[in-house]
Each structure stands twice: as structure tokens, then as C-alpha cells.
């Protein structure tokens, strides 16, 4: 019986004893509750309620509402925390006679948070840098993008190839080293393949991001070898209150004319709740302050509907959602006749199912995320006549399924909770076109894991964990590959060990050695083509082995009334790195357009480097602060560059809020990129003024009104990590930009 039968087994056996556990499960005692702003009375989406005796938390939804199951009768003491609020303790009694409403005073300094995604057993306790960016703070970072929303965060930049398909890059790490979630799944898109492919999730949908920098493969496996940035929705309602709740949201930007719409309504019963969201967002072309940028226009839309059930241990439900996304390419600038552009539509299912008990294993978890993908890469041209001649350069038909049953334990022994897992990921993808440049593929990967901690002490603890891994690949025949029969099996085993330090009250230390890895994905192992949509011709190595990891985390935090600073390093050694790199020659197609010869190659890596912020507070209201990150990222041979680091940046910012009403301003400044590779070009520096003001008043609900403006002065700047041609259009970045967003939630 060879490997990969064993591991199949396994999970087929702990899907099913978790499942039969689940069958007879106990009831036991659950504590439910609300948190709300006692200024307005807003619902405090992702605050964090933690009982301090069992050091155990959970993140409130978009509604503010929370339940903790599995609880013991007794007396507690219940803490709460929400970024932007005074931390709030309760003396609570179990079992509790009514839900509880909390009241958090605002309060600038951030708090604690429990990061899921960082910690599957729900502790606010943290081994790597982790942040969270909840409903108010994402309507702030207003943006078409994921990646445009988080750049600037600590260890976050952005890689562009225009507005819809800018994507996060944490630390240096992009593409596939990057794994995006939706609601902890992959989310079953083709964001990590190339840079004109974009996430397939409008941001107005999101309720809160978490952000892990630095490997987390552990618990999510190949493509988590840089972080994770893990998005929650609430297609699936966890928590909920009978009657009505909803969510209207529309934003504007005066950079390409941009108008978005959001909506969100939740019924709810005693035993069920059902929801449906809508979200629409038309731009034009981006400006800059050398012109516009033709190829940038956005039309997308989407829709969703969900159902959930909960009774006395169980909580699941299932949702539907189906999307229509089409932007442009910056791709043919010098030709005003011709024209590029991505269309995609995407259907997903996810289901979600949490069974509780008081036995030893108290908590099984089943996800699921479906997904059927079709995009197509289109190249138009404007005929003498006035008609558009059409041609479908490149498309993708793809087939997703990802599940995850995670089973919780009590604490015995040495050891507190902990989880065991397995996880399946499986995806079907055909290519076609008139410029195909990979076959088409069939993977499958299953995995075992386990996360566990130990307390050493009341100020310390361990956290370790393994995860085994395997994955198969093989090709699919298409016009351009008909004869190709390749099949690639790998497997890998990834690791960390991890320790927190608390040694007063307010400080925090944190450390951990990771062992990582990714897999090749097809393109780096069979690319042999010119790909039109990224502008480039590709070509792999069907030789490239898996990326191996061993990396190093430190970070210091400390947070008290007045002052919270983080700072943190790291350095990775990677065996086999998969750099894309320019050749120097040009490919000449059959109309003599001139296209860069780009290869995937492999060497070993180095990345080294660390992050800083720092938030003070002068009076209640009155707050200043500062991030500066920076990474550098080498070939061990030769201590050449990697390509595409991002440079060195500083940011300060300063803000003003008193609860109701806040303004502020931030300053950016990017340092010059003169260390690249051979054939890459180096960017200059520059400084970026950005602005923002806001108000909250509350008239038969709560409403929420923000007010942007980026790139205050207009400045002519080229971004490192930007994928536009140069050679087309010199600066292509976003000229000034006045933006407003309004959200009413009732």
C-alpha cells in the first residue's frame, strides 16, 4: 500500500469517526451575547470575547452577535476587546439567564485580538505577526481590490497589473507562496497564476481580513509558504437574533468614475436564519497624472444567498453564490484600435457544520468550498467598418472542490485544546484559446494535521504542530499540448514550533521556527507560450522540485492606556525557489509584436527582514503613529537579487476621533529599488499624501459616512511591483483620488 493510499484512508476514516462522534453529542452549557458601541449603538463586527479561566475566545460577527458553546457551569470572568474600544471585563455566571448585551467606550488604541486563522482553538495568544481588519476599518480602506485595500499594512504591498487585478504580496512572497481564503477555504479562482488574474470576491462582501505574515502551511498546506489573508463573509449566518438586520453600502471614486453598491439582508428565526447579499461596481479608466490609463475599465457583479439551522450542539448551513466579473488589460496601449479584457464567472457552494459535546473531543468542524470557474482572455480590434473582430486569446473551464474537518480536544496530559485534520483539495482546469500556453490539469491533495499547545508556566507556552502532505498532477490534451502525459506526485512535511512570552502585563513575545513548503503549479512546470494577458511569453520547467522553507519569526509587542508598538523579524532560507525572471530575448509573434521572454527557474533564496509600528496616543481623541517594513531577498549562490522586492517604506500618520466624527491624514514614503535583477528595471522613490474624514449618527439604525482623498498632490510615481509595460505608458499609477463610502446598518 503505497503513500498516498495510507493518507486517503486516514481521512476517510477521521471524516467518518468524526462524523459518528458528532451523532451522539451531549448538550452543554452555552453563553450567548451581543457587543455594541455605547456612543451609537452600533453592532462591534470581529470583537473579541474571551473567558479569562479557560482562555477561550471568539470573534463576534458582522452583527456584533457571539456564542461560546462547551461551557462548564460556574462563575467567570468574561473579557472583551474590539479595535478602537476600551477593554471591558464582566463578572458572568454559567448557565447565564438571558443573552448578554455588552457596551464598549470608544477608545483609539487598538486591543487584542483573536485571530482564527492564527489560532484554531480560539485564543487570543499568537505565535507569528497576525492583524485583523474589521467591517468599519475595511469601509475606511474603501478599494476594488483586496490588494489595493491592504497595501501599506505592515509587511503588505500590492502587485498591480491595473485596478480589478491588484493582488496582496506579503514580505516579498507573491502568487502562489500567497494563499487567499474565503471564509477559511480555498477559494477556488486563478488569482495565484499569473498577474492579470484577479481574487473573485467584490471587497463590499467582506466582513472582516485576517492577515497571517510568514508560513502558515501548517495548517493550510502548499501556497501558504509567505502568509495567508483569510477572508470572512457572512453567506453562511453563525449568530443571529429573530427578525430582520441588513447592510446597504455604496461608495464613489473620482480616479475612473467609479460607483459600487452593496446589500445584505438576514432574516432570522429561533432555530434558522436565511440571507441574501447583491453587490454591483462599474469604473471606467484609471487617470493618472500623465493621462489615462486605457485598459483599466471594471464591470462586476454578484450575488448570494445562504441558510443556516442551529440547535441544542449543532450549528451549520449552506450558501450559494454565483458572479460575473469583467475588467480590462493595459495591454495594447500603443495601438487605440485594439483592446484587451478578462470575463469571468464563477458559481460557488460552501457549506459550514459545527457539532459541540462534552466528551474528550468536544468540537468537530466541517467546511466545504465548490467552486466552477470560466474565464476567458480576450484580445478586440476595431475594423475599418466600425465592427469589433473578437479573439479568445486564452481560457480557463475549472472545477474546485476544498474541504476541512478539523476535531477539537480537552486538554489531558501535558497538553491544553488542540485540534487534529484532515483536508482534500481537488481541481479540474481545461485550457483553450488561440494562444493556450499550458495543458490543462488534474490535481489532488490530501492531507493529516495537528496544532497543539503547552502551557510551561502562567507566562509561558508552546505551540507546535505538524501537517503531511500529498499531491498529484497531471496533464490534460489540448489544441497547442495534444500529446502530452506528464504526471508529477509530490509530498511534503511541514512543521513549526512556537513560543509566547508574557512576562508583564501589556507585553508579548513571540516566536516561532516554521518548516514550509509549496508545490510547482502547472505554469512553472509546463508554460511554453506567449500569455497575452500578462503581456509576456512563458516558459517552464517540468525538472522544478518542491520549495522547501525553514523560517524564523520574532516579534515584540506592547500595548498598554497611551502607547501600542509591534515590532518584528524574520529570515527564510528556501531550497528551490521558483523565481520568473526576464530572459532578455523577445519573442516575435505572427503580426511582429514584441513580447519579453520570461522563465521559471529555480535557485536557493534568502529573505530577510522585519516590520515596526507604533501608535501613541496624545489625548482621548488624538492619536500618532508610524509603520516602516522592509525585506530583502537574495539567490544564496551567486547574492544576486530576487526579482520584484518590494522597497523599503515608512509611513506616519496621524488621526482624530472623537466616537461620533474622526479626520486624519497619512504620509507614505517608498525608497528607490536600484537592487534588481538582470533585465528588471529599478523604480524611483516617492511620497504619497493621503486623507480621510468621517461621521457616525444613528436614525432608525446606524449610519456611517467616509470621505477619502489619495494622492493629495497629484504625484507622477511608478510602483515597483506594478506589471505594466513601462516601455507603453511610463508612470501608471493612480493620480488624485477623491472617494466617498456610506453604509447604513439596521
Not at 479557560?54 to 462547551?70: I, K, S
Not at 488624538?622 to 515608512?650: A, E, K
Not at 528607490?672 to 523604480?683: A, G, I, M, N, Y
Amino acid at each position: 500500500m503505497n503513500f498516498n493510499t495510507i493518507l486517503i484512508t486516514v481521512v476517510l476514516l477521521l471524516f467518518g469517526a468524526g462524523i459518528s462522534e458528532a451523532g451522539a453529542l451531549n448538550t452543554s452549557e452555552t453563553l450567548r451575547g451581543e457587543v455594541i458601541s455605547s456612543e451609537t449603538g452600533e453592532p462591534i463586527a470581529g470583537a473579541t470575547v474571551l473567558i479569562r479561566e479557560l482562555d477561550r475566545g471568539v470573534a463576534a460577527d458582522a452583527d456584533g452577535q457571539f456564542t461560546l458553546r462547551n461551557l462548564d457551569s460556574g462563575s467567570y470572568i468574561l473579557i472583551v476587546r474590539a479595535v478602537g474600544y476600551s477593554e471591558k471585563s464582566l463578572d458572568i455566571s454559567i448557565p447565564a439567564e438571558e443573552k448578554l448585551t455588552i457596551e464598549l467606550t470608544p477608545d483609539i488604541i487598538r486591543a487584542d485580538d483573536v485571530i482564527v486563522t492564527a489560532s484554531p482553538v480560539g485564543r487570543n495568544i499568537q505565535y507569528q505577526p497576525a492583524n485583523a481588519y474589521r467591517i468599519q476599518e475595511l469601509q475606511e480602506r474603501q478599494a476594488s481590490s483586496f490588494g489595493e485595500m491592504l497595501d501599506g499594512e505592515p509587511g503588505i504591498a500590492m502587485r498591480s497589473f491595473g485596478p480589478a487585478p491588484s493582488r496582496p504580496v506579503i514580505r516579498g512572497f507573491d502568487g502562489d507562496r500567497l494563499l487567499i481564503l474565503e471564509n477559511g477555504e480555498r477559494m477556488g479562482d486563478i488569482s495565484n497564476t499569473a498577474a492579470d488574474h484577479n481574487i473573485s470576491l467584490d471587497p463590499l462582501a467582506a466582513d472582516r481580513v485576517e492577515v497571517v505574515r510568514g508560513p502558515a502551511s501548517l495548517l493550510y498546506g502548499s501556497s501558504a509558504l509567505g502568509g495567508v489573508v483569510n477572508i470572512f463573509t457572512s453567506d453562511i449566518p453563525r449568530e443571529w437574533d429573530s427578525g430582520s438586520t441588513g447592510t446597504a453600502a455604496f461608495e464613489g471614486a473620482s480616479v475612473n468614475n467609479s460607483l459600487s453598491g452593496f446589500g445584505r439582508y438576514q432574516y432570522g428565526g429561533n432555530n434558522w436564519a436565511s440571507t441574501a447579499r447583491l453587490s454591483y461596481r462599474n469604473a471606467g479608466d484609471m487617470r493618472t497624472p500623465d493621462g489615462t490609463l486605457p485598459g483599466t475599465s471594471i464591470n462586476n457583479f454578484e450575488g448570494s444567498g445562504g441558510l443556516s439551522y442551529r440547535s441544542d450542539g449543532f450549528t451549520g448551513g449552506l450558501s450559494f453564490s454565483a458572479l460575473d466579473h469583467t475588467f480590462g488589460l493595459p495591454e495594447e496601449l500603443d495601438d487605440p484600435d485594439e483592446e484587451a479584457e478578462i470575463r469571468m464567472d464563477q458559481q460557488t457552494i460552501q457549506g459550514r457544520a459545527e457539532w459541540t459535546q462534552d466528551r474528550f473531543f468536544n468540537r468537530v468542524d466541517l467546511r466545504f468550498h465548490g467552486s466552477r470557474l470560466f474565464q476567458q482572455e480576450v484580445e478586440m480590434e476595431l475594423e475599418e467598418d466600425g465592427s469589433i473582430d473578437e479573439d479568445i486569446e486564452l481560457e480557463f473551464e475549472q472545477y474546485a472542490l476544498n474541504s476541512t474537518l478539523s476535531i477539537r480536544h480537552q486538554p489531558f496530559g501535558l497538553f491544553d485544546d488542540g485540534i487534529i485534520g484532515a483536508n482534500f483539495y481537488i481541481l479540474g482546469r481545461d485550457v483553450g484559446g488561440d494562444e493556450a500556453f499550458t495543458p490543462g490539469v488534474d490535481s489532488q491533495t490530501y492531507a493529516l494535521f495537528t496544532y497543539q499547545e503547552i502551557p510551561l508556566s502562567p507566562i509561558a507556552r508552546l505551540q507546535f504542530g505538524i501537517r503531511g502532505e500529498t499531491k498529484s498532477l497531471s496533464t490534460r490534451t489540448n489544441d497547442f499540448f495534444p500529446n502530452i502525459d506528464e504526471t508529477v506526485n509530490n509530498s511534503a512535511l511541514s512543521g513549526s514550533v512556537g513560543l509566547n512570552l508574557t512576562p508583564t502585563n501589556g507585553l508579548e513575545i513571540g516566536a516561532q521556527i516554521a518548516r514550509a513548503h509549496r508545490f510547482p503549479i502547472l505554469e512553472e512546470l509546463y508554460a511554453d507560450g506567449l500569455h497575452f494577458g500578462a503581456g509576456v511569453f512563458e516558459v517552464g520547467d517540468p525538472n522544478l522540485k518542491t520549495e522547501s522553507s525553514l523560517g524564523t519569526d520574532i516579534f515584540l509587542r506592547l500595548a498598554n492606556r497611551n502607547i501600542r508598538a509591534e515590532i518584528a523579524g524574520f529570515y527564510y532560507r528556501i531550497s528551490d525557489f521558483v523565481a520568473f525572471e526576464p530572459t532578455g530575448d523577445i519573442f516575435i509573434d505572427d503580426r511582429d509584436r514584441e513580447w519579453d521572454i520570461y522563465e521559471y527557474r529555480a535557485r536557493d533564496a534568502q529573505l530577510v527582514g522585519g516590520e515596526a509600528q507604533l501608535t501613541v496616543l496624545l489625548t482621548d481623541a488624538l492619536q500618532v503613529g508610524g509603520i516602516v517594513d522592509y525585506v530583502r531577498g537574495s539567490r544564496v549562490d551567486s547574492s544576486t537579487p530576487l526579482p520584484t522586492m518590494p522597497p523599503q517604506r515608512f509611513r506616519v500618520n496621524a488621526r482624530y476621533d472623537t466616537g461620533s466624527w474622526w479626520i486624519g491624514s497619512t504620509v507614505r514614503f517608498v525608497s528607490e529599488q536600484s537592487r534588481v535583477v538582470e533585465d528588471e528595471l529599478p523604480t524611483d522613490g516617492y511620497t504619497l499624501i493621503n486623507a480621510n474624514a468621517g461621521y457616525n449618527f444613528t436614525a432608525n439604525g446606524m449610519h456611517r459616512i467616509s470621505l477619502r482623498v489619495e494622492n493629495l498632490a497629484n504625484t507622477t510615481y511608478r510602483d515597483h511591483l506594478s506589471r505594466i509595460d513601462r516601455s507603453e505608458f511610463g508612470f501608471p499609477m493612480p493620480g488624485r483620488n477623491i472617494s466617498l463610502s456610506y453604509r447604513y446598518i439596521f
